[in-house]
C-alpha cells in the first residue's frame, strides 16, 4: 500500500496526456466551437481564477490569511461540504441507532422492516418537490434530502452488520459474564464496524451526489449552483472547472474514507496484506 | 479432599430436527473431583463437546443436572472458563484488552486489571505481543491469548474443546506440557475434550471414553503414569492400544451410521 508504483501512475497519466493534448489541439486548430467545448488551458485558467481571491488585498477586510482563502471555488467547496457533513451527520445519526435495534432486536425489526422496504427504494432526488414544500429553499431542504442519501445505506449495513455477528463471539463474552450492555456495546457493536464502515461509505457517496443536485435547485452557492450559473452566462469553461473541482472533491473524501477505514479496521483480516 | 468440583447426575440431551431425534447424551453420570485433570474421548458425534457445552451452560441438558460448586448449572458463567476450539478472541482487540475484557467484566479496577493482565502475559509468554491483534498472531500464540482470558478469570473449573486440534504438532505439545505446567501450579479442575488418544493419554489423570450416538460413557479410566509422560514407552503404549481400540469401535459405528444415512438419501 505505501509503496506508490511509479510506473503504474506514470501508464496513467500517459492516457490522460493523450488525451488533454488532442483536445487542446481540437480547440487551438479551431475544431470545435470555444463556447461548446473550451480548450483545456482555458478551463485552467478559469479554474485558478475561480480559486485565487476576487478582489486586492487590502488589510481593512482582515488577514492575508482570509484573504488568500476568499476565493470562490474555496467557498463553493466549504459550502458543499457543510451540508454533506450536516445531512451526512442527521442521516447516519439516525440510522445508526435504529440499525443497532433493528438488527439486535426482533421485535422492532418486525416493525420497523415493512415501512423501511417500502420507503427504501424512493431516490432521495424524488424528495425535492417535498423537501421545498416542507423546507423552503436554503440550506434545510438540502440537508433534509442528503440525510436521506445517507440513512438507507447506514441503516441497511448496520442491520445486516449486527445480524452477521459470529455466534462464537456471543458465546466466548458470555463465558466471560458478559452482561446485555457489555455484550452490545464492547462485542456487538466493534463486530458490525466493518459492515457499518461500508455503509457509511456507500452513504457519503450517496450524500456527495444529491448535495450537487440540491445545490442546482435550493441554494445560492456551493460547487452545484456555480455550474448551473455559469450555464446560464454559457461559461462553459467554469462548468468543466467547476467538475473537475467537484471530482477533486469527490477523490479526497473517498481517500479520507479509506484512511479512516484502514485505521479503524486496523485490526481486521480482511485487510491483511 | 477428595471433595466433588463437578457432579453430572443423569444428564440426557435431545436434539430435534425436522425429521428425527437424535440422542446425544444417555444417562451421564461423572463425578469430578477438585483438580481433576480429565479428558473426554471420542469420535465426533459421541457428544462430547455436547457434554462440554452442558457443563459450561451454553446448551443445559434435556433432564438430569450438572452441578458444580457454585450450584446448579443454568447458563453460563465465568466460574467455569472456556477455551474454544476456534480460539474465539475478539479481533478487535489487541491481546492485552483481550486478557483485561472478563476482569472489567468482573469489575475489577484499572489498576489491579494491569497488574493481573501483566502477570498473565508473562506467565505464557505473550508480554512482546500484548498490542498485538489476533490477526498478526500464529494458531499457537493465539490459544495462548485464549488460555491467559480464561486464566484471568480465576476460575476454579477449565473447560477445554479441543483446543490444540487445529496446530501443528510441535507447537501442539509445546502447549499441552505448558497446559500442565499452568495445572499442576494453579490446581484448576479440567474438562478437555479431545478425539485424539495420544493426547489424551499425555494430558489426563482419567479419560472417559464416550459412545458414539447416543453418547453414554463407554470406559472410565484413570491414568496414573508419572509426568512428564513418554509417548514412546511402552506402557504409554499398552494404554494407546488399548484406548484405540474402543474408540475405533465407536468410530466404526460412526461411519456405518454415516454411510446409513447416505443410503436413505
Avoid at chain 1, 479551431?30 to 485552467?44: D, F, M, R
Avoid at chain 1, 445531512?87 to 422492532?108: I, Q, Y
Avoid at chain 2, 478437555?192 to 489424551?200: G, K, N, Q
Wanted: glycine share 8%; with cysteine.
Amino acid at each position: 500500500m505505501n509503496n506508490i508504483n511509479w510506473r503504474e501512475v506514470a501508464a496513467g497519466m500517459i492516457v490522460s496526456a493523450i488525451l488533454i493534448a488532442v483536445w487542446q489541439g481540437a480547440a487551438s486548430l479551431g475544431w470545435v466551437n470555444p463556447q461548446i467545448l473550451p480548450s483545456p488551458l482555458a478551463v485552467v485558467q478559469k479554474w485558478i481564477e475561480y480559486l485565487l481571491p476576487t478582489d486586492a488585498y487590502s488589510a481593512a477586510a482582515g488577514s492575508r490569511w482570509t484573504w488568500a482563502f476568499s476565493g470562490e471555488l474555496i467557498h463553493d467547496t466549504i459550502s458543499s461540504m457543510y451540508r454533506v457533513l450536516a445531512g451526512f451527520v442527521v442521516g447516519a445519526g439516525l440510522a445508526l441507532p435504529l440499525g443497532l435495534s433493528m438488527g439486535s432486536n426482533k421485535r422492532v425489526y418486525a416493525w420497523m422492516n415493512p415501512l423501511v422496504q417500502v420507503v427504501r427504494p424512493i431516490p432521495p432526488i424524488a424528495y425535492i418537490p417535498l423537501s421545498i414544500l416542507w423546507f423552503g429553499l436554503g440550506n434545510p431542504p438540502a440537508v433534509f434530502l442528503i440525510a436521506i442519501g445517507a440513512f438507507f445505506p447506514v441503516l441497511m449495513n448496520t442491520i445486516a452488520g449486527v445480524r452477521h455477528v459470529d455466534g462464537i463471539y456471543l458465546r466466548a463474552a458470555r463465558n466471560l459474564g458478559a452482561n446485555q450492555r457489555t455484550m452490545f456495546l464492547r462485542v456487538m457493536l466493534p463486530a458490525a464496524v466493518p459492515y457499518i464502515l461500508s455503509g457509511v461509505r456507500i452513504g457519503i457517496g450517496t450524500a456527495f451526489i444529491v448535495v450537487i443536485v440540491s445545490e442546482m435547485i435550493a441554494v445560492n452557492n456551493g460547487l452545484g449552483f456555480r455550474i448551473l450559473e455559469a450555464r446560464e452566462y454559457f461559461w462553459s469553461d467554469k462548468i468543466i472547472a467547476g467538475m473537475i473541482s467537484i471530482g477533486l472533491l469527490g477523490l479526497a473524501i473517498d481517500i479520507g474514507m479509506n484512511k479512516l477505514n484502514n485505521y479503524l479496521l486496523r485490526w481486521h483480516r480482511g485487510l491483511e496484506n | 479432599m477428595n471433595t466433588s468440583q463437578i457432579k453430572i447426575s443423569g444428564v440426557n440431551k435431545v436434539f430435534n430436527t425436522s425429521d428425527r431425534q437424535v440422542i446425544a447424551l444417555k444417562e451421564i453420570n461423572l463425578d469430578i473431583p477438585k483438580g481433576q485433570f480429565v479428558c473426554l474421548l471420542g469420535p465426533s458425534g459421541c457428544g462430547k463437546s455436547t457434554l462440554l457445552n452442558a457443563i459450561a451452560g451454553f446448551s443445559l441438558p434435556s433432564s438430569g443436572a450438572i452441578a458444580t460448586d457454585g450450584g446448579v448449572v443454568t447458563g453460563p458463567g465465568p466460574d467455569r472458563g472456556m477455551v474454544f476450539q476456534e480460539y474465539a478472541l475478539f479481533p478487535w482487540m489487541t491481546v492485552e484488552q483481550n486478557v483485561a475484557f472478563g476482569l472489567q467484566i468482573k469489575g475489577m479496577n484499572v489498576a489491579e486489571i494491569r497488574l493481573r493482565v501483566e502477570e498473565l502475559l508473562n506467565k505464557l509468554g505473550l508480554t512482546d505481543f500484548k498490542t498485538r491483534f489476533p490477526k498478526d498472531l500464529s494458531g499457537g500464540m493465539r490459544q495462548r491469548v485464549a488460555i491467559a482470558r480464561v486464566l484471568a478469570l480465576d476460575s476454579p473449573i477449565m473447560l477445554m474443546d479441543e483446543p490444540f486440534g487445529a496446530l501443528d504438532a510441535l507447537t501442539r505439545r509445546n502447549l499441552q506440557d505448558e497446559l500442565l505446567r499452568i495445572w499442576a501450579d494453579l490446581k484448576k479442575t479440567i474438562v478437555f475434550v479431545t478425539h485424539s488418544i495420544e493426547e489424551a493419554i499425555y494430558l489426563a489423570d482419567r479419560i472417559v471414553v464416550m459412545t458414539y450416538r447416543p453418547g453414554t460413557v463407554k470406559r472410565d479410566m484413570t491414568v496414573d503414569l508419572p509426568r512428564l509422560r513418554d509417548p514412546s514407552s511402552p506402557t504409554f503404549n499398552v494404554l494407546k492400544r488399548e484406548l484405540g481400540q474402543l474408540v475405533m469401535e465407536e468410530q466404526q459405528r460412526h461411519h456405518n451410521d454415516e454411510m446409513r444415512m447416505a443410503a436413505v438419501d
